[in-house]
């Protein structure tokens, strides 16, 4: 199942069957996901995105896809600020482009201030270059590596992207992850 948005694109209510519990509950049956209507090796190269505007309204997130990053931006331009609420699907099992996803909670941790959160962020980069240059890996910082804050009044966030490399699959992603956590101030890690 798939509503047409004012642009006439698809978006899909789920990602696969399996992730409808909540609408089985809410509505009594399970809607067509994503890949009911598209096989995952069709998905291969296209840029997978999840939309998640409102939070309290069900279903919370839709799933759509481009051919790539060109026509997504293009698409963006046609929606207002306050639409651009979306962020992509990495499928585990294709390459993809290494990556940390950060999220302190000033909830949780409510002593942390700016500075330490900057501190956090050149702590994980120094990891990143170290375990890179174990590899005989040379990266150029302005070229290769793009921060992307999205930080609101209850966290800091952002996503820290390692450009033009990529993991060859999940697994390769998570024993990356595991080399530069081990190389962290255990403060942050």
């Given amino acids: ?5 004012s ?11 399996s992730d409808s519990t909540n609408w089985i509950s809410n509505n009594k049956y399970s809607p067509k996901g994503m890949l009911d209507d598209h096989s995952m090796q069709s998905l291969r190269n296209k840029l997978i995105i999840v939309t998640a505007l409102d939070p309290s ?24 600020e306050n639409m651009r609420c979306s962020f992509e699907k990495i499928i585990g099992r294709f390459i993809h482009k290494p990556h940390f996803d950060i999220d302190i909670s000033l909830e949780k941790y409510p002593f942390v201030n700016e500075e330490m959160y900057n501190e956090v962020i050149d702590d994980i980069v120094s990891a990143i270059d170290n375990a890179l240059v174990d590899k005989k890996v040379e990266i150029d910082f302005y070229r290769d590596i793009m921060i992307f804050t ?14 033009n490399y990529v993991h060859s699959n999940n697994e390769e992603a998570k024993g990356f992850y595991h080399n530069i956590i ?8």
């Fill in 150 to 163: 999205s930080h609101n009044s209850s966290k800091y966030s952002c996503h820290i992207i390692i450009n």
């Fill in 1 to 5: 199942m798939y509503y047409l948005d």
């Fill in 57 to 80: 309204s069900y279903p919370s997130r839709y799933f759509t896809f481009f051919n790539n990053f060109v026509e997504f931006y293009r698409y963006q331009q046609t929606l207002t």
């Fill in 182 to 189: 081990s190389r962290m101030d255990n403060n942050y890690a």
């Fill in 7 to 17: 642009n006439r694109h698809k978006w899909w209510y789920t990602f696969n069957r």
